[in-house]
Each structure stands twice: as C-alpha cells, then as structure tokens.
C-alpha cells in the first residue's frame, strides 16, 4: 500500500498569497496522482490528475507538480473560495489511497 | 448534471447490519465505473471499492473483505453497499462516486453528497 505524507498540516495565508502544498508517497505512484479540494460539509472535488493536468472548469491558478515520490500543488494567487482542506490520491495501484490533508486557513 | 444522491446512513449498533443506497442520474450508468468513499471524522477519504459498468468486477479494500459487499442494479440506476458486523471504526461519512478515465486510469469524478454511518452502542 502506498502511503501519502501530507505538508504542512495547516497552512494559514492571506488572499492574494501563494500556496505550496506538499505530498510525498511512500513509493513512487509512477505519476498517477491526483489533488482533490473539499470545504465544509461538501465532498471532495478532482482538481488534478497524473500530478499536472487540470480537471475541467478548475481555475489556472492551480497547478500540479513533480514526480518519483514528490509533488506539489500550487495555488498563485489565493480567492476567498480556494480556503479548504487539500487532499492527495495515487491510482498507481489498489489500494487507493488519499493523504492526511492539508488546511488551507485564512489567516 | 451529474447527481448522485446516497441514503441509508444512520445510527446502527456494533455487530450490526446496514445497506447503503446511491441513486444516479444526468449520465450512462450502465457504462460507468462506481465506487464507494468513506470518511471518517477528521480524516481524510479512504476508497473502499469499486464496480464495473455491467457488475462484472468488483474490487475492495483488503481489510473490508467479507464484511462489505458492493452491488448495482443498472435498471434502478443504483449502486449499494451492503455493510455487516459493523464496527465503531466504520463509523464515517460514506460516499459513491462515479470514477472517469483520465489519462489512462480512473478518479472519482463525481460525488453525492455522503450518509452518515455511526456505530454505536
């Protein structure tokens, strides 16, 4: 089973910031990971999938980065709505497994 | 649109039984991959399983196996998740999910809007 180390555990920002999500797995998903974003009593929503590629009618100031066991995602510029939890997801292999999350908080 | 809606949830005793209902619509349900997510109080979602368009696969968690079965009738556009000697860890907020190919492989695309399962005495 991989394992999705998820950093920092909160990250408190301000609109207009720049935020940098980390992910790493415990063994290479062979790039076959994906971010999903989920506020307060929603489901989670596909952001990203294979680590760069955007899923329809998500906003280009997300980005998805890096490979072997590394990744990121990349918020340019923070909106009021993109405050929320942040998870990773490798489809490499079964199990699924999704991340701890990340809090994105409005300082 | 895409809606999935889930029902069934609810407040059960350890040992206990629950079946879990998802009702699609806005798409072909016949041909689409479903899977059942589960999230448990301040965690994040754990994939349980999912099946093939005409039930002809069916994958699972290895820890699940035996206790949980997923199912769907294509005719009722629904999918379930039969669940049996429930523990208080199954407690969590279960959700389907119609999984979509990207880029070769499958995510969940889409989500209802989850049932809330608690085990307890």
């Known amino acids: 089973e991989i394992v999705l180390t998820q950093s920092p555990a909160t990250l408190s920002l301000s609109p207009g910031e720049r935020a940098t999500l980390s992910c790493r797995a415990s063994q290479s998903p062979s790039g076959y990971l994906g971010w999903y974003q989920q506020k307060p009593g929603q489901a989670p929503r596909l952001l990203i999938w294979d680590a760069s590629n955007r899923a329809t009618g998500v906003p280009a100031r997300f980005s998805g980065s890096g490979s072997g066991t590394d990744f990121t995602l990349t918020i340019s510029s923070l909106e009021p709505e993109d405050f929320a939890v942040y998870y990773c997801?490798?489809?490499?292999?079964?199990?699924?497994?999704f991340g701890g999350g990340t809090n994105v908080e409005m300082k | 649109e895409v809606q999935l809606v889930e029902s069934g949830g609810g407040l059960v005793q350890p040992g206990g039984s629950l079946r879990l209902s998802c009702v699609a619509s806005g798409f072909s349900f016949s041909t689409s991959w479903m899977s059942w997510v589960r999230q448990a109080p301040g965690k994040g979602p754990e994939s349980l399983g999912n099946?093939?368009?005409?039930?002809?696969?069916?994958y699972y968690l290895d820890s699940l196996k035996g206790r949980f079965t997923i199912s769907r009738d294509n005719a009722k556009n629904s999918v379930y998740l039969q669940m049996d000697s429930l523990r208080g860890e199954d407690t969590a907020i279960y959700y389907c999910a119609r999984d979509d190919r990207y880029g070769g492989g499958w995510y969940h695309a889409y989500w209802g809007q989850g049932t809330l399962v608690t085990v307890s005495s």
């Open positions: 099946i093939k368009g005409d039930g002809s696969e069916i």
């Open positions: 997801q490798q489809r490499w292999n079964w199990p699924l497994t």
